[in-house]
């Protein structure tokens, strides 16, 4: 498994950006697949966007397409989440995660950050 570490969560006003980071342990970053979920209170835990190993394949969900970019650092061993047009229903603990395929489901996803929290205001 390779343990993840995510930072730059924040207080922004709505139409404004942040950047996600997430930084994994090991030797074998890419070959994990990444995602990044999203959990808001009483609601489940939810696909945001998903990168391949290598970066040439990206995935996002309908809410944030447009808004929303990952990309990685191979040889950081980080993965980004650029958000921009941030709206208050992102609002939200973001996660990042590590898989073994490209997938978009929670289940598939092995390994996971303590998460960071986005909040948005109106």
């Known amino acids: 498994q390779v343990q993840l570490v995510e930072s730059g969560g924040g207080l922004v006003q709505a139409g404004g950006s942040l950047r996600l980071s997430c930084a994994a342990s090991g030797r074998t970053f890419s070959s994990y697949a990444m995602g990044w979920f999203r959990q808001a209170p009483g609601k489940e835990r939810e696909f945001v966007a998903a990168?391949?190993?290598?970066?040439?394949?990206?995935n996002y969900a309908d809410s944030v397409k447009g808004r929303f970019t990952i990309s990685r650092d191979n040889a950081k061993n980080t993965v980004y989440l650029q958000m921009n047009s941030l709206k208050p229903e992102d609002t939200a603990v973001y996660y990042c995660?590590?898989?073994?395929?490209?997938?978009?489901?929670?289940?598939?996803?092995?390994?996971w950050g303590q998460g960071t929290q986005v909040t948005v205001s109106s």
């Open positions: 990168i391949s190993g290598s970066g040439s394949n990206t």
């Open positions: 995660a590590a898989s073994r395929g490209f997938y978009v489901s929670v289940s598939s996803y092995g390994s």
